[in-house]
């Protein structure tokens, strides 16, 4: 069973720079499509970015041109380098995993399409001067 673990997390101040890790064990990360969620205090949980096993890419308006998603199958992790971060980017951030249909990252209604069936832990991003 695929197994997934977050780190990098941390604060840091506006306009500053993090990057986030997902780590997978238990299987390899080459069939499946990874994504990025996040869920601040009192709101609802958010996609963020996505990259499907083509390696496609999607990203939420909100982070569009700040935040670049990547993969690196020989070490079965993904990254999400944040530049140029905001208060409003504080939330606990989660990846999480899906073999299934993606339609390569498909976003909508502040979500990604899928059936996201492996979660990590999550790790906290706060944004604070």
């Known amino acids: 069973q695929l197994q997934l673990v977050e780190s990098g997390g941390g604060l840091v101040q506006p306009g500053g720079s993090l990057r986030l890790s997902c780590a997978a064990s238990?299987?390899?990360?080459?069939?499946?499509?990874i994504a990025w969620f996040r869920q601040a205090p009192g709101k609802e949980r958010e996609g963020v970015s996505c990259?499907?096993?083509?390696?496609?890419?999607s990203y939420a308006d909100s982070v569009k041109g700040r935040f670049t998603i990547s993969r690196s199958n020989a070490k079965n992790t993904v990254y999400l380098q944040m530049n140029s971060l905001l208060p409003e980017d504080t939330a606990v951030y989660y990846c999480?995993?899906?073999?299934?249909?993606?339609?390569?990252?498909?976003?909508?209604?502040?979500?990604?399409?899928?059936?996201?069936?492996?979660w990590g832990q999550g790790t906290q991003v706060t944004v604070s001067a």
């Open positions: 990259i499907a096993s083509s390696s496609s890419t």
């Open positions: 999480a995993a899906t073999g299934g249909e993606t339609y390569g990252c498909a976003y909508y209604n502040r979500n990604f399409y899928g059936t996201w069936d492996s």
């Open positions: 238990g299987d390899a990360l080459d069939y499946y499509a």
